[in-house]
């Protein structure tokens, strides 16, 4: 052995197509962007799970600025505040061992650092956030609520808006788009596009006719962007079978 290089056969036009096949091989191996979606997807389904069981409706005092009211008001309360920081904490861990080990097996780097850390990043944002909001409690009919010292009317679009930006649209959706940048793929742009239109439409349930003080009130709001990211991991999987095949 010894430290000359070898040189490269072939015309210019012929060594640069050799390694713009090298280059498209490599990126090929370092995918599996069916394993971040697939955990998405159960994480969001689960969330139906997860409000059904926590599901409370409460009776509390009406706003005084509102007598027509009564003196009682409804308040539902749905889901845990632990279970989407855990759970989308535990699937980024879980997908930098998956490409972590993937990389190790196929003996190619891993583009996943920046995915992951932005998605860990954002979900401290999410979270804080979350924390502050409901501090005191969550807010009951007619009572502002504190984002970050503002205080906003809770019944506005511009309110609705900003609570589903600061959700999961912020921690999951944002990390997807990076992760469609380190991957080079269109395809799970696309699919992304479609998840953060779906997560910010005021999407209601009226079309489904299930009311407020129902347990599954939820549903719509967690199937919906659930089977999206579903389906965009089957197909991501099933497109790798045949790249699976040929390094066999």
Not at 68 to 80: E, I, Y
Not at 104 to 112: D, E
Not at 175 to 199: F, G, H, Q
């Amino acid at each position: 052995m010894t430290d000359a290089s070898m040189p490269l056969q072939g015309t210019p036009q012929e060594v640069l197509a050799g390694l713009d096949e090298l280059t498209r091989k490599v990126r090929s191996a370092q995918r599996g962007t069916w394993f971040p979606l697939l955990l998405l997807s159960v994480l969001t389904l689960g969330g139906i799970l997860v409000s059904r069981f926590t599901f409370q409706v409460l009776t509390v005092p009406c706003p005084a600025t509102d007598p027509a009211a009564g003196t009682g008001c409804t308040l539902v309360k749905q889901g845990s505040p632990l279970y989407w920081p855990i759970g989308i904490a535990l699937a980024y861990a879980a997908t930098a061992f998956f490409y972590i080990r993937r990389s190790r097996n196929r003996g190619v780097g891993t583009p996943v650092r920046p995915y992951i850390l932005t998605g860990i990043a954002l979900l401290g944002v999410v979270a804080a956030t979350t924390f502050w909001s409901t501090r005191h409690g969550i807010p009951r009919p007619g009572e502002p609520l504190d984002f970050w010292g503002l205080h906003l009317d809770a019944g506005s679009a511009m309110t609705g808006f900003l609570e589903r930006l600061v959700g999961n649209a912020t921690d999951v959706g944002l990390p997807l788009l990076v992760l469609s940048w380190v991957e080079r793929s269109r395809v799970l742009l696309l699919l992304t596009a479609v998840y953060l239109a779906i997560e910010l439409a005021p999407l209601s349930t009226g079309w489904s006719g299930i009311p407020f003080t129902s347990p599954w009130f939820f549903l719509p709001r967690y199937a919906v962007p659930g089977v999206v990211l579903l389906l965009g991991a089957l197909g991501f999987g099933l497109a790798e079978l045949p790249r699976r095949r040929n390094a066999s």
